[in-house]
C-alpha cells in the first residue's frame, strides 16, 4: 500500500511569492498526479508525471523517482491560486489513485 | 471542452434509505471511478469500472455499495441502505485507458448528506 505524504498542510503567502509544495511516496509508482481542489469541492488535473519536469503556464512539477518525491511550484503566486493541492499517485498496472492529504495554500493579496 | 458531470450536486437523505448518484463520463473514455472525501478528510479510491464489471474495489466498497452502467452513457453509484458514515463527497472519475499512465478527469462532484 502506498503511502503519499505531502507538506506543508497549510501555506499562506503573500501575492508574487515562489510557491513549494512537497509530496513524498513510499512504493514505486507508475505515475504521479497533481490536483487543484477549489472551495467548491471540484477536482481539476493539473499535471500526471512520470519522470523529470512539466510546467504549465506559472505552474511547474517536478519528480525524482529515485527519491520518491515530487514537487508543484507556483511562481508569482497570485490570491486566485488560493486552493487545495493535492498529490496522487497510480501503481503500476494499477488504475486507482492514491491521495495524499493535500496542502491548503492561501495567497493574500 | 468535454467534461464529467455528477447528479445530483446536492443530495440529502435518511438513514436507512437507498442513494443513487449518477455520472456521465467523457463519451469516449472507457474506464470509470468512484471516490470519496468525507469532509476534512483525504479522498479515497471506492471502486473502478471497466468493460461491465468492477476491475478493483476497496474495503470501504461493501455489499451496501453497487456500480452499474445501464445505457451508454450514465455510470451509477448506489448506496443500498444509507449509514450517517457515508455523508460525505463523491467523486466520479473517467480516464481513456488504464495504464497508469492517463489522466483521470473528475466531476465537480456529488455531496450526500445522511440525517
Known amino acids: 500500500k502506498n503511502e503519499v505524504e505531502q507538506s506543508p498542510q497549510n501555506l499562506t503567502a503573500q501575492e508574487g511569492e515562489f510557491i513549494t509544495i512537497n509530496c513524498s511516496y513510499s512504493?514505486?509508482?507508475?505515475?504521479l498526479h497533481w490536483l487543484q481542489q477549489h472551495p467548491g469541492g471540484g477536482i481539476v488535473s493539473l499535471f500526471m508525471l512520470s519522470s523529470g519536469k512539466k510546467k504549465h503556464g506559472r505552474l511547474i512539477a517536478t519528480i525524482n523517482i529515485q527519491e520518491k518525491h515530487s514537487s508543484l511550484h507556483i511562481t508569482a503566486s497570485h490570491p486566485r491560486d488560493s486552493a487545495v493541492y493535492i498529490c496522487?499517485?497510480?501503481?503500476?498496472?494499477?488504475?486507482?489513485?492514491?491521495f495524499g492529504t493535500g496542502t491548503r495554500l492561501t495567497i493574500i493579496p | 471542452e468535454p467534461e464529467v458531470t455528477q447528479t445530483p450536486s446536492h443530495q440529502v437523505t435518511q438513514m436507512g434509505q437507498e442513494v443513487i448518484l449518477r455520472c456521465v463520463p467523457i463519451?469516449?473514455?472507457?474506464?470509470f471511478y468512484w471516490y470519496r472525501q468525507i469532509l476534512g478528510q483525504k479522498v479515497e479510491f471506492l471502486v473502478s469500472?471497466?468493460?461491465?464489471?468492477?476491475?478493483?474495489k476497496s474495503e470501504i466498497f461493501d455489499d451496501q455499495f453497487s456500480v452499474e452502467r445501464p445505457d451508454g452513457s450514465n455510470f451509477t453509484l448506489k448506496i443500498r441502505s444509507t449509514k450517517l458514515e457515508d455523508s460525505a463527497m463523491y467523486f466520479c472519475a473517467s480516464s481513456a485507458d488504464t495504464s497508469g499512465y492517463n489522466e483521470q478527469f473528475f466531476g465537480p462532484g456529488t455531496r450526500l448528506t445522511v440525517l
Open positions: 496522487a499517485v497510480s501503481g503500476f498496472g494499477n488504475e486507482k489513485l492514491t
Open positions: 512504493v514505486g509508482i507508475s505515475a
Open positions: 469500472f471497466y468493460n461491465n464489471e468492477i476491475s478493483e
Open positions: 463519451s469516449n473514455h472507457l474506464y
